[in-house]
């Protein structure tokens, strides 16, 4: 009788990282205003942080808003920021009881007092917790995330803490927003869009990157498993070649 070994990389993946999009889509294909699209998109987060958790799944990153998304409108953004703000005061409590940790990658510096306020009390309450760490990335793009550790580098160079030599890829990644994490194993994307817009750009190197052709307030605990299912038929190299199990 054939056997197959299960893969290494069977199960579920140990960091799981969703580009949330296609909001404004989903509500415009409906005659719905974008804010509404919002709206629907945090009821789906609210599915997938679920069945990350009873899927397994040790990381969950989302990307909830660009640094580049200040450019849309401030009708549009005010909706953005109103549904942050209400998303941590009442949901906060659930997560904590559910023993989901939070944190926060992105640049703080220049978001509302209030917002950063939230944003902290997230990450203060939840610290100790043990289960799925869910990132949210807010404010976040990866190239000023680079950059942000590429200029705490060169001070420490500046001031003699550090020798150029001393810069190594393991020393950037040292210097990102959240480094204790691992990269993720998979991005997702909805939408039908096949681009990262900034996200994660280090630490996608050998992520495997899935994208869904359906809108993020489609997306829900099915979903979240089909995006999965394609993650564990891809074949992870890592620049070397795949053992077979048995040889
Ligand atoms: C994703 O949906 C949410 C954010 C970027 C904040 P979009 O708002 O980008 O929706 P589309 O892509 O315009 O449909
Ligand atoms: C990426 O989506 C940002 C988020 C999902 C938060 P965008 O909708 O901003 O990306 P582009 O503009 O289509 O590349
Ligand atoms: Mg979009």
Known sequence: MPTTAPRADFGAPRHVAIIMDGNGRWAAARGLPRGEGHRR?????RKTVRAAGELGIGILT????????????????????GLL?????NDLAELHGNNIKVRIIGERDGLAPDIRRLLEEAEDLTRHNTGLILVVAFNYGARQEIARAMRGIAEDVAHGRLTPDAVSAELVASRLDAPDL???????RTSGEQRLSNFLLWQAAYSELVFVPIYWPEFDRAALEN????????????GGLVVEAGS
């Open 41 to 45: 998109g945090v009821e789906a987060l």
């Open 85 to 89: 703000r209400r998303f941590i005061r």
């Open 62 to 81: 989302i990307f909830s808003f660009s640094a580049e998304n200040w450019m849309r409108p401030a009708s549009e953004i005010r909706d953005l920021m």
């Open 182 to 188: 691992p990269d993720p194993d998979v991005i997702i």
């Open 227 to 238: 995006a999965l299912a394609e993650y564990r038929r891809r074949e992870r190299r890592f």
